[in-house]
């Protein structure tokens, strides 16, 4: 990103160019394995990635921040009065959720001027939405001489704010990745204590390929609080033979002894998925770190095919993109990522047949679905800063 460039945008909408904003960065990130486990208590194994949201932010002399986009046309001026409000269905409730947990906290923030550039994909999968919020809150964090909040309490108010003020009940993995990122490390992550460990990613031969379907989903708007409601009715189930309050609490072994106390077959199936993919991530963990390539790619295999039909959050296009991945040789493991229904695959792929692999699976993608796909080499990057 041009940031010469991206000053000059932000001087265009707000003028006064002896007043230089201050850059910041959050990334993006691809889930390597661990789909729909987050929100269940499980294990996830994220990264970050070098694509993100920028953020050029300077304190106003009035009582108002003004929010504009070099992606979106919408812009808006707030009062900060009226910093607790939604505005419609637009992109600005994101950063809005921020203001407004930085109110419940009682920490007091003055006008603004906010210009964002992001190159994520939207409605990609990539978390285009956790990157807005993670880097609005740093900069006000830094803005505002926050130094009570560390980095942990980003990650959480972040999260509170798509869970309460967007309406989204996504877990917290995509904020702590954002947050947390190392990079050439993913992060092994227990969603329900929060634990972590920083694996390195030694994928030498090899590269992760994202593969964005261009199937546009809205994720509010998608079978995602369903899936959610769902898995809480497999724990009041599961809960009849053996105390729990997420499924992430239970092992498969666990699981396969009491699995007949939820009567419910697909809410069984989606059980069956978020327990059995706990485990793909603990087995892919000791694959990385014994360095079986091989292994971690058929686990991520088996991944999609749970998501496909135990969770059902997969779809047609997706379906198409990782079946055509993995039908060259060369790839060794393709899956989607992040919540489904639309957005992006994730695939390891050798070095000597990235361009014959984007060319390949781009051409029959395109012959089955009508849509073209896109495709991005990820590295594997840190999380949110300030650019100085």
């Known amino acids: 990103m041009n940031l010469i460039q991206l000053h000059e945008q932000f001087f265009e909408r707000y003028g006064n160019q002896e007043d230089k904003p201050r850059v910041f960065f959050a990334p993006g990130r691809v889930n390597l394995i661990g789909e729909h486990t987050d929100y269940n208590g499980g294990f996830v194994l994220p990264c970050a990635i ?20 070099a992606n979106f ?32 906290l009682n920490i007091p923030v003055c006008g603004f001027d906010l210009f964002y550039s992001g190159d994520i994909p939207n409605s990609a999968g990539l978390s285009s939405s956790a990157s807005i919020e993670m880097v609005t809150a740093y900069a006000l964090t830094v803005m505002m001489n926050a130094t009570q909040l560390e980095m942990i309490d980003l990650i959480k108010l972040s ?18 990745a954002i947050g947390m990122g190392k990079k050439d490390h993913a992060l ?25 379907t261009n199937k546009q989903r809205g994720l509010a708007d998608s079978k995602y609080n369903e899936r959610v409601a769902e898995c809480q009715l497999a724990v009041a189930s599961l809960s009849q033979r053996q105390e729990i309050s997420k499924l992430g609490e239970i092992s498969f072994m666990q699981f ?21 993919e706990n485990q793909r991530v603990l087995n892919s963990v000791a694959s990385l770190l014994k360095g079986d390539i091989l292994l971690f790619g058929a686990l991520m295999n088996a991944s999609h095919e749970s998501l496909r039909d135990n969770y059902e959050v997969t779809g047609f296009e997706l379906d198409t993109l990782v079946a055509e991945a993995r039908k060259i040789n060369g790839v060794v493991g393709s899956r989607m990522t992040g919540a489904g229904f639309g957005g992006c ?17 781009g051409k029959e993608y395109q012959m089955k679905t009508g849509l073209k796909a896109d495709f991005y080499i990820a590295e594997v990057s840190d999380g949110v800063y300030e650019i100085k």
């Open 50 to 69: 070098q694509y993100g949201t920028y953020l050029l932010i300077r304190a106003a002399t009035d009582n108002v921040v003004r929010f504009t986009s």
């Open 73 to 104: 046309e919408f812009s808006s001026e707030i009062s900060l009065s009226n910093m607790n409000q939604k505005v419609d269905r637009q992109w600005v409730n994101y950063p809005l959720g921020i203001f407004d947990q930085f109110a419940q």
């Open 159 to 176: 999260q509170r704010a798509e869970n309460e003020f967007v309406g989204v009940n996504c877990g917290i993995m995509d904020m702590f």
């Open 188 to 212: 092994f992550l227990n969603c329900h204590t929060l634990e972590y460990k920083q694996v390195a990613l030694l994928l030498e031969g090899f590269s992760l390929i994202i593969g964005n």
């Open 256 to 276: 396969y002894k009491i699995q007949e106390e939820i009567q419910d077959e697909l809410i069984r199936r989606r059980a069956r998925h978020v327990i059995s």
């Open 345 to 361: 695959t994730v695939s390891l792929v050798r070095n000597n047949i990235v361009e014959e692999f984007i060319e390949k699976a």
